[in-house]
C-alpha cells in the first residue's frame, strides 16, 4: 500500500487505475449526465471504496473501468488508463483479453451475472480455459478449490448444480470464484457482499484481505460503511455523480468534513441507534387512500397474537431417499406491534418458516394461528383473514408482473385502476412513504434498479395496511440513507398503526436497531430467543456468539497495511 505522504499523482506510473476527469453521459430520449470529472488512482495491493446513495454514479464508474458503461454511454476522460492500457482507444475483443485475466468482476446481481443453462462449475471453469490459467486436467480441481476459498462447503457437488439451485448467498460466492479464477491484478467489486450472511461475509472479506496482500488492487462498491472500514484503504464519497469527499478511510468515516458524508453516517443502524430515528425525514402518513377493505383498527388493549406458530416442522423428501428437515418444532408469538427478528445463516430455516407463516407451505406437523384462528389453506380461510399478513420478499422483480407498470404493481391490492379518481394520488402517496416520487408510477420495474424494485415492494406490501408484515431481507439491496427511511418507516407502523413485523435479515446491525424480540435459528431449530439487547450483548449459545463476533463494525484505525500482524475474528 502507498503509504499517506504520498499524493495519488506521484506514483501514478505504478498504478493499475489512472484516471483524471472521467464524464459519462448517456444519450437517448433524454440525456443523463452520470459522472462528472471524476478523478481516481488504484495501485497494487489498495484498497479503493466508492460509496453513496443508488444514482450517484458508483456503479457507472466501476463498470466504466472494465468497459461496459453501455452502449449508449458517451465516455471521456483527460486520462484513462487501465492496466497500463489506454482504456478509451480499446476495442471489444482487447477488452475481452482483460476481462477475467487481469480485472475481474463482481456484480450484485448473481442471479442475473451467471448463465442460467451452465452450472456454476462450468462457469468457473470457461475463465480458466479460455485464459489458459491451468491446464485442462487441472481444472475441475482448480474449480473446487476456488468455490471452498469463497465459502462454499461441499463444493464437489454446488460446482455440478445451476445458479437457480442455489440460495442467493451462495450464487454470490460462486460469483466471487469466477471472478478470482483468473488471478486478475484488479478485482472490481460491487455490493459483493450485500447477499452473504454475517459469518459467509466475514470469511469473504478474509478472503479479499488475503488477496490484497498478495498485491491484488481492489475497487469496492457498497453502501455499508462497516465493510467499507474494514477492508478500504481510502475512500471516495459521491452524490449526484461528483466525488464530495475523499481521503483515507479512518479519516472520512469518523471525521467527515462534508454534510452529505455526515448524513450517511448518522443513517448507519447499530445497537447504539436503537430507540432513535435514522432518517432525517419527519414520520410519513400512512394511510393509502381508497381501500376496498377496511384496515382493522390498532387497539393497544388487545392481547390476542396477530400470528402464532405452535410446534410447526416442515421436512422435504430428497432424490436418493429420505428427507430433510428445514424447520424442525419451532414455535413463536407475535403480538400487535411486536417486532420480531430472525437471524441464522443461509439454509437454517427462516425463509422456510416464514413460508409457513404466509401459509404458501404448509407444516408436516404443528399448526399457525392468525388472531387465534387456525391458517392454514386446510382450514378454507377467508380473504379478508388472508390479507391480514403480507410479506416482503429479498426478490422483488420475481414477485411483480412484468406486464404492469409500477403504478399498477401497487394499486392491485387496493383492487382499484390507475384511471379510478384518486388512485394516482394514493399510489403516490404511498411510493412517496419509501422515498420513491410520482414519477415511478409509469415506469417498468425492469428499468429500476435493485434498490428501488425493492421500495416497490414494500410499498405494496402497505397498500392494506396489514396486521402483521413478513419481511425476507426486506433492506438489503438499499442504500444507507433510504435504507434508514424504511426502517424508521417500520417502526411508524408499528407504533401507530400496530402491524406486527417479523424481520429476517443477515445484517445484526439492523436487526439489533430495529427489532424488540429475536430468534437464532441454526439447521432448522430455534437454539436461542429473547429480548434483542440480551441476546446481542450476552450471547449464551456458542453459534450466536460467533454470529455477533462476526458483525462489521466502523473501524475507527486504518485498514490492515499488508506485512504487518493481523488478528484474526475469534
Same mark, same amino acid.
Given at each position: 500500500m502507498v503509504p499517506d505522504d504520498v499524493s495519488p499523482d506521484a506514483s501514478a506510473a505504478d498504478a493499475l487505475v489512472a484516471i483524471r476527469n472521467l464524464d459519462v453521459r448517456f444519450t437517448g430520449r433524454r440525456e443523463v449526465h452520470a459522472v462528472r470529472g471524476i478523478s481516481l488512482t488504484i495501485r497494487p495491493g489498495e484498497a479503493v471504496a466508492i460509496v453513496g446513495e443508488s444514482g450517484s454514479g458508483k456503479s457507472v464508474t466501476s463498470r466504466s473501468i472494465v468497459g461496459?458503461?453501455?452502449?449508449? /454511454?458517451?465516455? !471521456?476522460? #483527460?486520462?484513462?488508463?487501465? *492496466? %497500463? +492500457?489506454?482504456?478509451?482507444?480499446?476495442?471489444?475483443?482487447?477488452?475481452?483479453?482483460?476481462?477475467?485475466?487481469?480485472?475481474?468482476?463482481?456484480?450484485?446481481? /448473481?442471479?442475473? !451475472?451467471? #448463465?442460467?443453462?451452465?452450472? *456454476? %462449475? +462450468?462457469?468457473?471453469?470457461?475463465?480458466?480455459?479460455?485464459?489458459?490459467?491451468?491446464?485442462r486436467r487441472e481444472i475441475p480441481g482448480r474449480v473446487d478449490e476456488l468455490l471452498r476459498e469463497a465459502g462454499i462447503p461441499d463444493a464437489e457437488v454446488r460446482s455440478r448444480q445451476y445458479p437457480h439451485q442455489l440460495s442467493g448467498g451462495l450464487r454470490q460466492r460462486a460469483l466471487i470464484a469466477s471472478a478470482l479464477a483468473g488471478k486478475p491484478e484488479l478485482l472490481i467489486a460491487d455490493e459483493p457482499t450485500t447477499a452473504l450472511d454475517v459469518t459467509v461475509q466475514a470469511q469473504i472479506l478474509d478472503l479479499l484481505e488475503a488477496k490484497k496482500e498478495e498485491g491484488t488492487a481492489l475497487l469496492l462498491v457498497s453502501h455499508d460503511l462497516a465493510v467499507v472500514s474494514r477492508i478500504a484503504d481510502r475512500v471516495l464519497v459521491m452524490h449526484d455523480g461528483v466525488v464530495v469527499e475523499e481521503g483515507p478511510t479512518a479519516t472520512v468515516l469518523t471525521d467527515p468534513a462534508d454534510p452529505y458524508t455526515r448524513s450517511l453516517l448518522a443513517a448507519v443502524p447499530s445497537a447504539s441507534t436503537r430507540g432513535t430515528r435514522l432518517s432525517s425525514t419527519s414520520p410519513v402518513p400512512i394511510s393509502t387512500g381508497p381501500a376496498t377493505t377496511k384496515p382493522v383498527p390498532f387497539d393497544d388493549t388487545d392481547s390476542t397474537p396477530v400470528l402464532e406458530a405452535v410446534g410447526v416442522t416442515k421436512r422435504y423428501p430428497l432424490p436418493g431417499g429420505g428427507s430433510r428437515t428445514a424447520v424442525d418444532d419451532v414455535s413463536l408469538t407475535l403480538a400487535p406491534g411486536q417486532k420480531l427478528g430472525i437471524v441464522g445463516e443461509s439454509g437454517s430455516g427462516k425463509s422456510t418458516l416464514a413460508r409457513l407463516l404466509l401459509d404458501l407451505t404448509l407444516p408436516d406437523e404443528g399448526e399457525i394461528r392468525i388472531g387465534g384462528l387456525p391458517w392454514s389453506k386446510k382450514e378454507g380461510v377467508d380473504a379478508d383473514l388472508r390479507r391480514q399478513v403480507q410479506f416482503i420478499s429479498q426478490d422483488p422483480l420475481g414477485s411483480f408482473d412484468p406486464r404492469y407498470s409500477i403504478g399498477e404493481i401497487v394499486a392491485e391490492p387496493l383492487g382499484i385502476r390507475l384511471r379510478t379518481p384518486g388512485a394516482r394520488e394514493a399510489v403516490a402517496e404511498l411510493l412517496g412513504s419509501v422515498g420513491l416520487d410520482a414519477s415511478f408510477i409509469d415506469a417498468s420495474p425492469r428499468r429500476l434498479s435493485g434498490g428501488q424494485r425493492q421500495r416497490v415492494a414494500i410499498a405494496r406490501a402497505l397498500a392494506l395496511e396489514p396486521r402483521a408484515l413478513i419481511c425476507d431481507e426486506p433492506v438489503s439491496a438499499l442504500d444507507v440513507s433510504i435504507q434508514a427511511q424504511v426502517l424508521d418507516l417500520f417502526s411508524d407502523l408499528a407504533e401507530r398503526t400496530g402491524t406486527a413485523l417479523v424481520f429476517i435479515s443477515h445484517d445484526l446491525g439492523v436487526v439489533h436497531h430495529l427489532v424488540d424480540q429475536v430468534l437464532v435459528m441454526r439447521y432448522g431449530r430455534l437454539i436461542e430467543s429473547g429480548d434483542v439487547d440480551d441476546v446481542f450483548t450476552n450471547p449464551l449459545h456458542p453459534y450466536t456468539q460467533d454470529l455477533v463476533a462476526a458483525i462489521p463494525r466502523l473501524a475507527t484505525t486504518a485498514p490492515h497495511q499488508p506485512g504487518s500482524p493481523r488478528r484474526l475474528p475469534a
Open positions: 461496459l458503461a453501455g452502449d449508449n /454511454a458517451q465516455v !471521456s476522460a #483527460d486520462e484513462f488508463s487501465v *492496466v %497500463g +492500457r489506454d482504456a478509451l482507444r480499446l476495442r471489444e475483443g482487447q477488452w475481452r483479453d482483460i476481462r477475467g485475466r487481469r480485472i475481474g468482476f463482481v456484480l450484485q446481481d /448473481a442471479l442475473t !451475472s451467471l #448463465d442460467p443453462l451452465r452450472t *456454476v %462449475g +462450468r462457469e468457473i471453469a470457461e475463465t480458466l480455459r479460455t485464459h489458459r490459467i491451468v491446464s
